[in-house]
């Protein structure tokens, strides 16, 4: 069975590079170092894991401490840096690029660039930048760019600017702001309505949607109450959230995924490995399992190639 990945990142020297030159202290971002990387072990990964075609996407922390001139260099960088690779592996790999969010006007140059120097798929962006979200209205012109050129766009988990410290929750960025940060981002889209008022993005959500099944319902009910009181706009949550698509990385089973199948049409849903952030052997046991999982038998197909090449399909006509 075919398969192709949404969600994998090259932990390339480039990108390490930019953490240095961006003082970015990986640790004190995330939580957790920086994985080893090479694009051996990542052609190696895919063959045992069966992948045959995998999007490339960078990796956190973002690239942005407060410096545009430097947030942009760093973005080219790496994206020339990946670029090279896909040269090399036409056939096993694609990109999207990194961009230097919040700073628009630098955005919008890369993202031309990427598409339409790079021939990327589309490009990458945080739930947060510099602790400014998505569907902020100050990012409109840089999807009013990614909407007329029918771009794919990978939401990546941030952490929040402001956090409690004194909590598990706050120390490692994955157990919980990673999810949190998604399903901020995300709501905050809905209610600007982005996903419809720049319906050629084509949006990938990570893990599963988060938060995302939960808070769906009660989004549409708590917004139904505001706007009656005239608090806030109407908003048709469910609208939005129909132009979503989601991948699968880190844990679908044993009930990421059917909640997500509670929400989503699953012809939105596709394959995420989160390699190398999540270890070789701890994702193929969790394929495994999934391949054998007859739960999924009807749908497996679907997650892992069909949906996928209508996506691939769809963005590049």
């Not at 240095?20 to 190696?44: N, R």
């Not at 942005?64 to 994206?79: E, F, L």
């Not at 630098?106 to 120097?117: A, C, P």
């Not at 702001?177 to 959500?205: G, K, Q, S």
């Amino acid at each position: 069975m075919k398969t192709i990945d949404f969600h994998a990142h090259p932990v390339s020297p480039a990108f390490r590079q930019a953490m240095e030159d961006l003082a970015i202290d990986v640790m004190a971002d995330d939580g957790f170092p920086l994985p080893k990387w090479t694009i051996e072990d990542h052609l190696s990964f895919m063959d045992a894991a069966g992948i045959d075609f995998t999007i490339l996407s960078a990796p956190t922390p973002h690239i942005y401490n407060g410096d545009p001139i430097k947030a942009r260099a760093a973005a080219r960088k790496i994206n020339d840096e990946i670029v090279d690779i896909i040269k090399e592996y036409p056939d096993r790999f694609g990109m999207t690029g990194c961009l230097p969010l919040p700073d628009v006007e630098g955005s919008i140059e890369e993202t031309e660039y990427v598409l339409d120097s790079l021939h990327a798929y589309g490009v990458k962006v945080p739930t947060n930048a510099y602790g400014v979200y998505l569907g902020d209205p100050s990012f409109d012109p840089l999807m009013e760019v990614l909407n007329e050129k029918h771009a794919l766009v990978i939401i990546h988990p941030c952490r929040a600017k402001e956090r409690p410290e004194n909590v598990i929750t706050g120390k490692i960025a994955a157990i919980y702001e990673y999810p949190a940060d998604t399903t901020r981002a995300v709501i905050n889209m809905i209610a600007n309505r982005i996903m419809t008022r720049f319906p050629h993005i084509c949006w990938i959500v990570p893990h599963c949607g988060s938060f995302l099944p939960y808070m769906l319902q009660r989004f549409t009910g708590v917004s139904g109450i505001l706007a009656n009181m005239g608090m806030m706009e109407t908003v048709d949550a469910y609208e939005e959230f129909s132009h979503l698509y989601f991948d699968i990385a880190g844990d679908p089973e044993p009930v990421g995924l059917n909640m997500l199948r509670m929400v989503a049409d699953e012809s939105h849903i596709v394959f995420g490995s989160d390699y190398p952030h999540s270890p070789a052997p701890v994702i193929l046991n969790k394929k495994k399992h999934f391949d054998q999982n007859s739960e999924y038998d009807s749908i497996r197909e679907k997650i892992y190639y069909n949906n996928a090449k209508e996506l691939l399909e769809r963005n590049r006509k």
